[in-house]
């Protein structure tokens, strides 16, 4: 069936360094790769989102990548901040029938340390 | 800037009763759906609505669950008979079409004794 993987699940880094968060997919049909910020008890938050005719998407400190043949994505967060310490989570969709459900990776727990 | 809005915010319930969650899309949206999230765990997706009709539903989502939009602005979730194991965080999901993003309401806690 669908399924994302994401690792790490967790990753520490210090305040100004880089980090990177990795997701696979199965289905070769999504065409949709969202990535979300939740913060303790709060929503998810779409903070960049890729879409399968696009290789690279980049807003401000972040970045997402996407290799299809190799069906993996990756969130590159640069200069991090304390304020980026939440749980990350990747996703896929796809467009097929009327629904674009997403299937959510297991999470990644970034701390930033000041 | 619209955002998803919940009610409520949280549910506590007795084993068997009956919950409603309630959602108010953002307004010129179409798609609506529902995920919930286990403590500490991922979000999973239940249900998928849209022209007044669910348009998939996973595995989670038995015949205790169901879903409508009665009156053409509240979505809500109904659980028949809850279970010890249906406490989660439920979240509504809204967007405007199958090529774009869904935006997430503040979630439900549901609370199963």
């Known amino acids: 069936g669908e399924n994302v993987e994401q690792h790490p699940s967790t990753l520490s880094v210090q305040e100004g360094d880089s980090a990177v968060i990795k997701c696979t997919y199965s289905?070769?049909?999504?065409?949709?790769f969202p990535w979300y910020k939740q913060e303790l008890g709060k929503r998810p938050q779409l903070i960049i989102d890729?879409?399968?005719?696009?290789g690279e998407k980049k807003d401000q400190r972040i970045a997402v990548t996407l290799n299809k043949t190799a069906k993996h994505f990756s969130l590159h967060i640069t200069e991090t901040q304390p304020e980026d310490s939440a749980v990350y989570f990747c996703?896929?969709?796809?467009?097929?029938?009327?629904?674009?459900?997403?299937?959510f990776g297991t999470g990644t727990l970034l701390a930033v340390q000041p | 800037e619209p955002e998803v809005t919940q009610t409520p915010s949280h549910q506590v319930t007795q084993m068997g009763q009956e919950v409603i969650l309630r959602c108010v899309p953002i307004?010129?949206?179409?798609?609506f759906y529902w995920y919930r999230q286990i403590l500490g765990q991922k979000v999973e997706f239940l249900v998928s609505?849209?022209?007044?009709?669910?348009?998939?539903k996973s595995e989670i989502f038995d015949d205790q669950f169901s879903v409508e939009r009665p009156d053409g602005s509240n979505f809500t979730l109904k659980i028949r008979s809850t279970k010890l194991e249906d406490s989660a965080m439920y979240f509504c999901?809204?967007?405007?079409?199958?090529?774009?993003?869904?935006?997430f309401g503040p979630g439900t806690r549901l609370t199963v004794l």
């Open positions: 996703a896929a969709s796809n467009n097929r029938g009327a629904t674009n459900k997403l299937i």
């Open positions: 890729i879409r399968s005719n696009v």
């Open positions: 999901a809204t967007g405007q079409g199958t090529y774009n993003e869904q935006f």
């Open positions: 307004s010129n949206h179409l798609y």
């Open positions: 289905d070769s049909a999504s065409n949709y």
């Open positions: 609505f849209y022209n007044n009709e669910i348009s998939e």
